[in-house]
């Protein structure tokens, strides 16, 4: 098994998710953001923006976001964000 194979199976943590989501939006918006700061609500992305955060988070972690999962609430927060793909995860995983 190679290193990358190791990590592909390691389940994954929230700290590791928080950070590349905090690096992720601090390269898209150019500010940094706090991990539970409503992103929405301070007007720092769009509604169109959760779209691409929608695309990110299913490349970046092999997830599908899909029906219920669709809610703004879900890409409110960096937290939120990370709970989302945990959870997604996990499911996949079994």
């Known amino acids: 098994m190679t290193a990358e194979q190791a990590a592909e199976a390691a389940p994954i ?9 905090l690096a992720f939006l ?19 992305v769009s509604s169109m923006f959760a779209m691409q955060l929608v695309v990110h988070l299913e490349e970046a972690y092999d997830i599908a976001i ?9 890409f409110r927060t960096v937290q939120a964000m990370t709970a989302l793909v945990l959870r997604l995860s996990a499911a996949r995983d079994g």
Do not use: C, H, M
């Not at 601090?26 to 720092?44: M, N, P, Y």
């Open 13 to 21: 943590s929230a700290q590791a998710v928080e950070e590349a989501l």
């Open 26 to 44: 601090a390269e898209r918006i150019k500010t940094s953001v706090a991990v539970d700061q409503d992103l929405f609500g301070s007007g720092l």
């Open 66 to 74: 899909i029906g219920p999962e669709l809610k703004l609430d879900n």
